[in-house]
């Protein structure tokens, strides 16, 4: 089963050392890739050697947002028939490694009948928070998907991807309301009636937990439970929950009282609408392969 995986990075010192992180990884899978690699601000990549893995490169502007680097890359695929050819498709960042065989343990759930399968993530296998990350396989419910989904270590059906289409570009970091596009793309693809596992068993993924940076992350995961409550309504619960621990955060000094003010203001203005996805800018694409 062949995969397509999109990963954004830029031209910062540390993103190029996480890169060659993730490349390496990909060069120890034997499952055949086209790998979509977003470069925000240009520049060059040593891209790796090997026959199963296929680089395309697109070149966008530094404040290019995540989600818009996303759909640029989509938009890409599709034009080249990449998304087509794909069974599986992965948006993995910059700064995750894949353990080996993992390719090769997604192709065969989703070849399964799966749409949506995710795993847990952390620094190593032992490090693994099993508070948020149980041991245990499960459906992913709406509110299950909130806790333990990342763009890193979630994989998709190429055909959902075709339904589901670009990512919401006001949400994910660079954007609005800064996090949670992988949430909401995978609440998406429920909503439209695609199945979803969470197996630890076939999907772990290198990633660093970066818990220290929680107001980075707040305003967007509260939209996003906002913005699905009327498809999902018993995210209730996950909203009221999310909001009683901003408000732990801001007595805690953590979190901004007026983003906190922001979270509660945007949540309200969501979740009176019918969840609607902003429309991606047009791509710019260098087109460069390697």
């Not at 429920?190 to 197996?199: D, K, P, Q, T, V």
């Amino acid at each position: 089963m062949r995969f397509l995986l999109i990963t954004a990075t830029d031209v910062s010192a540390a993103s190029r050392a996480n890169l060659a992180s993730l490349l390496a990884s990909l060069a120890g899978q034997s499952t055949p890739t086209d790998l979509i690699l977003v470069m925000r601000g240009g520049g060059q990549v040593k891209l790796p050697a090997r026959d199963a893995l296929r680089a395309h490169v697109i070149e966008l502007p530094l404040e290019t947002s995540l989600s818009e680097a996303r759909n640029a890359a989509l938009a890409h695929a599709r034009e080249h028939s990449l998304l087509d050819r794909a069974g599986v498709v992965g948006f993995p960042d910059d700064d995750c490694v894949y353990p080996a065989g993992l390719l090769g343990d997604v192709g065969r759930v989703i070849g399964g009948g799966v749409d949506v399968v995710c795993g847990p993530y952390g620094p190593t296998r032992p490090a693994v928070d099993e508070r948020r990350f149980p041991r245990a396989s499960r459906p992913l419910t709406p509110s299950f998907v909130t806790r333990v989904v990342s763009s890193n270590n979630v994989f998709f059906a190429a055909g959902a991807v075709r339904v589901i289409g670009d990512f919401d570009q006001r949400f994910g970091l660079g954007a609005r309301l800064g996090s949670a596009e992988d949430s909401d793309y995978v609440l998406r693809a429920l909503a439209a009636g695609f199945s979803g596992i969470y197996s630890p068993a076939h999907v772990f993924v290198e990633h660093p937990y970066k818990g220290h940076r929680p107001a980075q992350y707040y305003v967007g995961n509260v939209a996003v439970l906002a913005k699905h409550l009327r498809q999902h309504t018993h995210l209730a619960l996950s909203l009221f929950h999310r909001l009683a621990v901003g408000a732990l955060l801001v007595s805690r000094g953590e979190l901004r009282a007026r983003d906190y003010m922001r979270a509660i203001a945007v949540a309200a203005s969501l979740a009176g609408r019918p969840p609607q996805n902003a429309r991606s800018a047009a791509p710019r694409s260098s087109g460069a392969e390697a």
